[in-house]
């Protein structure tokens, strides 16, 4: 069946760095893009940052442009995105996403993993 796992979420201080990683399994990875989103409770989903199904294209929020890459490996099926200099703001659910386009339309894709947990504190 298709899933998309994520892993590396936690607790961080400030200024500090995490990596999260996306395992997709049950469907043909490199003919999608991939994306990252976050959710805070109470505020709806948002883009982070995704890449085309080559690699070559990459897409970022404003808020992160600069501090976050994302990066992929057809091969084994991954989509990380490596954070640095994390700040409060950035703390939330982060979840990885599989679609049909570069875009930062929710819609516009169709597997989503679970989600894993940042939290940056001050």
């Known amino acids: 069946q298709v899933q998309l796992v994520e892993s590396g979420g936690g607790l961080v201080q400030a200024g500090g760095s995490l990596r999260l990683s996306c395992a997709a399994s049950?469907?043909?990875?490199?003919?999608?893009?991939g994306a990252w989103f976050r959710q805070v409770p109470g505020k709806e989903r948002e883009f982070v940052a995704s890449?085309?199904?080559?690699?070559?294209?990459?897409y970022f929020a404003d808020s992160v442009k600069g501090r976050f890459t994302i990066s992929r490996d057809n091969a084994k099926s991954t989509v990380d995105l490596q954070m640095n200099r994390l700040g409060p703001e950035d703390t939330a659910v982060y979840s990885c996403?599989?679609?049909?386009?570069?875009?930062?339309?929710?819609?516009?894709?169709?597997?989503w993993g679970q989600g894993t947990q940042v939290i940056v504190s001050s």
């Open positions: 996403a599989a679609g049909s386009g570069p875009t930062r339309l929710i819609s516009d894709y169709n597997y």
């Open positions: 049950g469907f043909t990875f490199r003919a999608y893009t």
């Open positions: 890449i085309s199904r080559s690699g070559v294209s990459t």
